[in-house]
């Protein structure tokens, strides 16, 4: 079991594109199984690859978030793509393992359906709409270098770098102390 590093804004590495898993290898198993620790780790309802400074193609929806099942595994989405969405738009609060503490209002379409491949290398769809529809988005949106920030206003995207800046002075402080 390993937690790794979460990147955090604004490294540049979240803008970074990422690259297409053409084989589920030993490794990309293993990042698999890294990723779903980071993520139970910090509590995130999802995680991308990118996240931790990887640029596969790969994300990570929490199984309780995934099914509504309180006891469910974790859902990999190796490859993913919004294939439809849909239901109109819906404005809720969305938070990010790279923005930590920060939550803001995103709208977003109320449904979303994935077409992805699992680690079994099988081709498989995942559709939701609430929580899951948006943690779709939001984790597809990662692997294309879109981040929550890009999808606020002007006073939104201000108040974000601020805390953000917080964020990054506080843990150079901590650094700086130990
Ligand atoms: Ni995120």
Redesign the pocket.
Known sequence: MAVLDIVTYPDPRLREPTTEVTEVTDDVRELVRDLIDTMYALN?A???AI?VGRFERIFIIDGRVATDKEDAEPVVFINPEVVETGNGTVVAE??????PNVFVDVKRPRWAKVRAMNVEGETFEWEGDGLLGRALQ??H??LTGK??IDLVGMVKKEMIKRKMKRFHGTQAREAASQ
Not at 94 to 99: K, Q, Y
């Open positions: 995130g999802g995680i991308a996240q969305e938070g990010c393992l790279s923005f939001h984790e949106d990662h981040l929550m």
